[in-house]
Structures are given as structure tokens and as C-alpha cells.
């Protein structure tokens, strides 16, 4: 049985990541689960060994903090397709929607990105908390895990360095922090672990466990970070402190 131990881990990135909204940035327990199945090649909608701890089917890993004042960036990319990559593709999330070929073999499709960077000079990181093994979550994100985000086989997201020893921390924030929710929580997994109210708290319906793209959805509580309609900003600080900031 695992000891498990209350810890943050950071990573510096190269390149901007994108993330769809902040609290879609991964979990750590997704970004896990990726390593396993790169790792073992097992099936991905099943991957449920992470050495992170787990209660009432949710694992104790957050989505991450940035660990200075972020802005969002926005990159406009195009990309040449052939008409042979294309045979019998649908979009994804369009119904039976084909994709377009009428234009021709070779056509030329522009697409824009919102991505997220530091508004200081320098690289950017992110830290994430957790509860488990720390060093055997530490092997994993290094040896498997060189990007993340949204299209980080494009060059975003690109990883320059996970560090190399955990933070260990006197109590397990990897739900909750200092008041903050830190990662989907299904709502009544919520109110019985934690005993916390759900009262002002952002909830909407979304995945909660890996793979999250197979994951079941359930009504959850959501860490309250920035997103296009409640730009909040949550940072942590060189002590470990959290600061809330309003974006305009």
C-alpha cells in the first residue's frame, strides 16, 4: 500500500501552452495517466495505476497554479492538408460533418489559438499538487511527459525542465487550497470528503476522472481560475501563498 505524501512539483516551460479554458489545463492525475499509457501501451480509457492517492474515485492531483501573472496570448497558424489525409475524416464535434475538400487538394486552413504566457520577463512555470509518490510521479512526468496542452506536437507547451525534487508540503492541497477549489470535484464527493459548502462556488458538468476524454461527466465543482467569462487569476507565490487577481 502506498505512503502517501502531500507534495508540488514544477515544471519551466519554453513555449506557451494552450489551454481551452484555465481549469481545462490538465490535472495531474491526466498528465499521469498519459505517461502510463505511453509507458505501457495499455488502454487509456482504463489506466487507473498513478501513484497519486485516490478517494471515492477521484485522484488527489490539481490543475496547475502559475507561478507568476499570466496574460492570455493569441497565435494564428495555418496548415497545408492533402487531399489524401483526409478520406472519410469527420470533424470532431460536428456531427457526421466531413471536412471540407472543395477547395481543393492542397487547401490552406488558418486556425487561432489562445495560449498562455508569463507577463514578466522569462520562461513560464507551473506548479501542480498532489498526494501519493512523489518521486515515482516525478520519474514519469520526465521521462514521458515533454509537452502539454492543446497541440504541443506544433511546438507549444514545450517543456524545458521538470524539476528534479518534489516540494513536500505539511498538508495534502491537492483539492483544496487555502479556500480554493484545485481540481473537478464532483459535487458530492465534495461536500462528504471535504465538508465544505458548495454555496458561490463554480460548478458545471465536466470530467473528473482519466482519462477525461473517456471520463464520465458529472456536476463538479471547478477550480475558479481564468477563463474567457470570469477572468480571475490565481498565482502562487515563492513562499507558497495564493493571490487572487481580477484581469481586465
Sequence with gaps: MMDAQPF????????????PQT????????????ARYIQSGEDLSVI?????????GVFHGS??????PVSPVGFAMAASFGKEDHEGVYKRGRGAQKVDLVRGPFQVKADRYEAFWTVKPGNMRLTWFGCGDPDAVI????????????????????????????????EDESWVRRGFVMR????????????MDTEGRFMDNAAWQPSYFHSPKARCVLPNLVTPMNPMKLTIDENGGCRVEYVR
Design 139 to 170: 520519474r514519469l512526468l520526465q521521462e514521458f511527459i515533454p509537452a502539454i496542452g492543446k497541440r504541443n506536437n506544433k511546438g507549444f507547451g514545450e517543456v524545458l525542465e521538470w524539476e528534479s525534487e518534489p516540494r513536500f508540503l505539511d
Design 63 to 68: 490543475v496547475p497554479a502559475f507561478a507568476a
Design 184 to 195: 473537478p470535484i464532483p459535487v458530492d464527493v465534495f461536500r462528504d470528503v471535504t465538508g
Design 23 to 34: 481549469w481545462h489545463a490538465p490535472t495531474l492525475d491526466a498528465l499521469l495517466s498519459y
Design 8 to 19: 508540488s512539483v514544477t515544471v519551466t516551460l519554453r513555449s506557451p501552452p494552450i489551454f
Design 48 to 56: 487507473r495505476d498513478l501513484p497519486l492517492q485516490c478517494t471515492m
